[in-house]
């Protein structure tokens, strides 16, 4: 089983930047794909970025593209993603999620859906303050 650990999450102005990692132990081969995602209070999860570990491609939600970036490790089995010019709008708590590309295909519209995700971390706040 793999296992997600995301740590960076914080209180922060508009404005700020934070950068969250997702370090994956346990099975690191079933982490080809790795995404985030957040939820904010009364809302579904939102896919945020992801990005598939055979390729530079990176995949963005249009509410975050230009001011977040995801990138990874593969040494390290971790997973970064940078924000930028945080808005109160990104409070949620985000999370790190992963699967293999040998149980669902890497195109975008797979690597967009939370249920494609096959392993999740616990969730790091990240509350944006106007």
């Known amino acids: 089983q793999v296992q997600l650990v995301e740590s960076g999450g914080g209180l922060v102005q508009a404005g700020a930047s934070l950068r969250l990692s997702c370090a994956a132990s346990?099975?690191?081969?079933?982490?080809?794909?790795m995404g985030w995602f957040r939820q904010a209070p009364g809302k579904e999860r939102e896919f945020v970025a992801a990005?598939?570990?055979?390729?530079?491609?990176?995949y963005y939600a249009d509410a975050v593209k230009g001011r977040f970036t995801i990138s990874r490790d593969n040494a390290k089995n971790t997973v970064y993603l940078q924000m930028n010019s945080l808005k109160s709008e990104d409070t949620a708590v985000y999370y790190c999620?992963?699967?293999?590309?040998?149980?669902?295909?890497?195109?975008?519209?797979?690597?967009?859906?939370?249920?494609?995700?096959?392993?999740w971390g616990q969730g790091t706040q990240v509350t944006v303050s106007s």
């Open positions: 999620a992963a699967y293999s590309a040998l149980r669902r295909w890497t195109v975008p519209a797979i690597m967009k859906s939370p249920t494609s995700y096959d392993y």
């Open positions: 346990r099975g690191t081969f079933n982490t080809d794909v």
């Open positions: 990005m598939y570990r055979g390729s530079d491609n990176t």
